[in-house]
Nanobody
């Protein structure tokens, strides 16, 4: 089994920055894509950014130029640096990893989420 734990959320003023982290642990054999999603109140969950094991990245148009996704494969950790935050970035941010366990095939695992609130 694989567990994902996010950290780094909180309250920040518009224009501020936060860095989210997501660490994968458990019986991990390999991790392919990792990504960050978010869900604002009353809205569907949406992709924010994703990164492959080879570090190719994808971003939602709404965050391009402001957010940067990165990963440390040795630590099984993915990061999301969020700059120039806007009130519309307020949401619960979830980490996802496409991971293979020691005795299981590749499965999408999700963290429990971390709340980001952008407000003055």
């Amino acid at each position: 089994q694989v567990q994902l734990v996010e950290s780094g959320g909180g309250l920040v003023q518009p224009g501020g920055a936060l860095r989210l982290s997501c660490a994968a642990s458990g019986s991990i054999f390999s991790i392919n894509d990792m990504g960050w999603y978010r869900q604002a109140p009353g809205k569907e969950r949406e992709l924010v950014a994703a990164i492959t094991s080879g570090r190719s990245t994808t971003y939602a148009d709404s965050v391009k130029g402001r957010f940067t996704i990165s990963r440390d494969n040795a630590k099984n950790t993915v990061y999301l640096q969020m700059n120039s935050l806007k009130p519309e970035d307020t949401a619960v941010y979830y980490c996802k990893a496409d991971a293979q366990g020691r005795y299981t095939p590749y499965i999408d695992y999700w963290g429990k989420g971390t709340l980001v609130t952008v407000s003055s």
